[in-house]
Structures are given as structure tokens and as C-alpha cells.
């Protein structure tokens, strides 16, 4: 079933409203994005030959600060993904209370078939085609998938070079030598974790100590959350990555199974785990499910054989609005990936305030920062989540519109 992720988010929005009853007229201004590009972008190839590769940037809304979000770097990237992603930004920026609006960009490649040079020779030209319209006070893009704090480098000194314009804040994600922040690394996996931790305190889900977590991914965000857990005293039972993944239901150990992974290259084959599919992880008898890997995995076809009571999205849109409607029914809570995952986006506009005030924090006071701003986010949306007895998606959606609306109408 093909989804389209830019339909889903507007009949988020659109549910949240109607619950809230919120400003017709705003609302039906917030479907559509301030403006989009799309460009061809000429990259000469090792062999000398010339290739033509169409990015796109998308800028949603800017009512609370300059545009921001992540260029990816894919072969299924699309305009109506790039727009999406970035309505998606502009609520995840007002659930956690960042002064950004939201941008998304992508350029349809497929970065393992490009060589060095000519991956820095893409990225250069992508930002020949879009400098005009990012900016620090503009629009401050930042890495996504398949994107690094090396592309980061290589873009800022290509708007820095086209721009005249020297500052550093024009990017985040950037690698600690050009401008990056502490803290970024973990920022994504521990802000879940500081979500999870409230979501357990304020008693929305009954997990004790020793409750089983599924994790599909093993990336980035997912390590960090995985490690977090354990130390938590949750059991963490299974895991994957693009290979397949690992069950035990006595639970695995972080560090051994990391070693695992690079030793072996895979998760699949862990000793004393059975390998297990991907779909099939989505399915065990668990208390937690962390989809932190794919968009789209939670659908109809699958909701029903859900067993967690908990589900804290870590990907973006893993779950469709069927699978929404059967998780409610079923009263398993599910904590949404604009309030789940929003620790990236903190610590982007952490390290976007340092590079404009020329100041550099310890990785200490960025995750202090970042504990405290996130924990608000989840009481905040809990409040909404109360007031109108409803999902944390559509709390977080009314928290967000809310915010924007009002910076609209000021």
C-alpha cells in the first residue's frame, strides 16, 4: 500500500482541529507550504561525464523563526516527501518550543554510488542552487539520512563562499571543528528516553522495572535509546537493523550485542538470540515498541497483531491514520514522533544559538538544556492530552498549531 506521507500529515492536522476546534482559516493555511523549489543540479563524474541529479528544498511555515530541518540524501526522495517532512518540522519545532519554523530538503541520489569528490561536488551544487533563500535568519538547513556533518562542512563553505555572508549558523549538524554542538550525537535517542521517563512517572502506561522493549533499527537514535533503557532497568528483548533482527526474551545486552554488530557487520546470528524479520519484531509479546528505523511500518494490515501497551516513535511517520485508529481502540498510547524524537531538534537550535552568540557549551549543559526543554514539551502535550481526552498525536498536533497559529496571528 503506497502512502502518501504528505496526505497523512494534513489529516493529522485536520483531526487535531476539529478536536480543538481551532481557526479554520489558519488551519487551511497550514496545509500548504510557504514556498518549495525544485532544482537540476550538473555534477561533473570521475569518468568525465556530466550528470544531471534534481534536488529540492521545502519551507513550510515561518511564523515562529527561520525555516529549519534536514537535507536527505536518497533515491525514493520525492517532492511530496520533502513537503511533508517539512510540515512535519514546523509542528515538531512548536511542540518542543524552538523558535524555527519548518524546512525539509533532499536531492534524489543514491549516495553509496558517488565517489567522494563527486558526492562534495553534488553537495556544492545543491547549495549554488538554493543560497539565495537559506540564510542563519532564513532558513538553516541540517543533516538527515544519508547526510553527514562532512556534507554539512562542505555546504556551509559553499554559502559562505556564494553568500559572502560568514557566519557558521547557516547549518547544524556540523562536525565540532566547523561549529557543531556537544551533545548532538546522543541528542535524538537520549530526548526520547527523557520522554519515556515522564511518560512512566506521570503513570500513562504501568511498566516496572524489567518491562520488555522492542526496538526496531540499531542507527544512531536507536543505539543511544537502547543503551539509555538498559540502564533504566528495562529489558531490551529485541533489535534489528536493515538486515533482519535479534529476539531474546530474557533480553540482550547493549554492549555485547554492539560488539556484535561490529564484529560481524549484522545483527543477525547474535549468540544465544534467534533471528527474527523485521515485521516479526514489530509483533512480540512486549510491553514497549520503539519503530526508530522506517516510515510506514505500523499499518492496518499489522496493527491488530500490536501486543506492546506502549509505542514511542523514534522514526519519522511509522505509523499510518488506520493504524492510529485501531491503536486507540485497543488503548495502546502511543507517544508521537513530533514529541518523541524531538531532541535533534533542540540541540540543532542549541548549536544555531551558539554559532550566533560565538559561544561553545559542555556536552554537560547541552543535555541538562535538553532534559529540561523535553520534559516540558511531554507535560505540556500531556496537559492538552487531558484537557480534551484525546491521543498524545493529536494533543501534540493542537499543542503545535496553537503555537503557530498565535505567531501567525501576532
Not at 39 to 49: A, C, E, F, T
Not at 161 to 182: P, W, Y
Not at 221 to 243: H, R
Request: aromatic letters at 10%; glycine letters at 10%.
Amino acid at each position: 500500500m503506497n502512502i502518501n506521507p504528505f496526505e497523512t500529515a494534513k489529516a493529522q492536522l485536520e483531526q487535531a482541529a476539529q478536536i480543538a476546534k481551532l481557526d479554520a482559516n489558519k488551519v487551511e493555511q497550514l496545509k500548504f507550504p510557504d514556498r518549495y523549489v525544485e532544482v537540476s543540479i550538473p555534477v561533473m563524474m570521475d569518468n568525465g561525464q556530466q550528470k544531471i541529479f534534481t534536488g529540492f528544498r521545502s519551507q513550510h511555515n515561518n511564523a515562529r523563526g527561520p525555516y529549519k530541518g534536514g537535507i536527505r540524501y536518497h533515491q525514493q526522495v520525492n517532492l511530496d516527501e520533502v513537503r511533508a517532512l517539512s510540515f512535519w518540522m514546523s509542528f515538531k519545532n512548536a511542540v518542543v518550543n524552538v523558535p524555527f519554523g519548518g524546512g525539509k530538503g533532499g536531492i534524489i541520489v543514491n549516495p553509496k554510488e558517488l565517489s567522494v569528490g563527486e558526492l562534495e561536488r553534488l553537495s556544492r551544487g545543491y547549495i549554488k542552487k538554493i543560497y539565495p533563500i537559506i540564510g542563519p535568519e532564513m532558513d538553516v538547513p541540517a543533516p538527515d539520512v544519508n547526510t553527514t556533518g562532512q556534507i554539512m562542512g562542505w555546504m556551509l563553505d559553499e554559502y559562505q563562499k556564494c553568500s559572502f555572508n560568514s557566519s557558521m549558523a547557516t547549518f547544524t549538524g556540523k562536525s565540532l571543528g566547523s561549529g557543531g554542538s556537544q551533545g548532538r550525537e546522543e541528542a535524538t535517542g537520549f530526548g526520547g528516553v527523557y520522554v519515556f521517563e515522564d511518560v512512566v512517572k506521570s503513570k500513562v502506561v504501568d511498566l516496572p522495572a524489567g518491562s520488555k522493549v522492542a526496538i526496531q533499527g540499531f542507527g544512531n537514535v536507536s543505539t543511544f535509546f537502547a543503551q539509555a533503557v538498559e540502564k533504566l532497568g528495562y529489558k531490551v528483548v529485541a533489535l534489528s537493523d536493515s538486515k533482519g533482527g535479534i529476539y531474546n526474551a530474557e533480553g540482550l545486552s547493549y554492549d555485547a550485542v554492539l560488539a556484535h554488530k561490529k564484529s560481524a557487520g549484522a545483527l543477525k546470528d547474535f549468540s544465544g538470540a534467534k533471528n527474527i524479520s523485521n515485521a516479526e519484531l514489530l509483533e512480540l509479546p512486549v510491553d514497549v515498541l520503539v519503530p526508530a528505523a522506517l516510515e510506514n511500518v505500523l499499518t492496518g494490515d499489522n496493527a491488530e497483531k500490536i501486543k506492546a501497551k506502549l509505542i514511542v516513535e523514534m522514526a519519522n511517520g511509522p505509523t499510518s491514520g488506520e493504524a492510529d485508529a485501531i491503536f486507540e481502540k485497543k488503548g495502546i498510547v502511543v507517544i508521537p514522533d513530533i514529541l518523541a524524537n524531538s531532541g535533534g531538534v533542540c540541540v540543532s537550535y542549541y548549536e544555531w544559538y551558539q554559532n550566533m552568540k560565538h559561544e561553545s557549551w559542555s556536552k554537560e549543559q547541552v543535555l541538562n538544556k535538553l532534559s529540561t526543554q523535553i520534559k516540558q514539551a511531554f507535560a505540556d502535550v500531556h496537559e492538552r492530552q487531558k484537557k480534551y481526552k484525546t491521543s498524545f498525536r493529536s494533543a501534540a498536533y493542537i499543542l503545535a498549531a496553537e503555537r503557530i497559529i498565535d505567531a501567525m496571528a501576532a
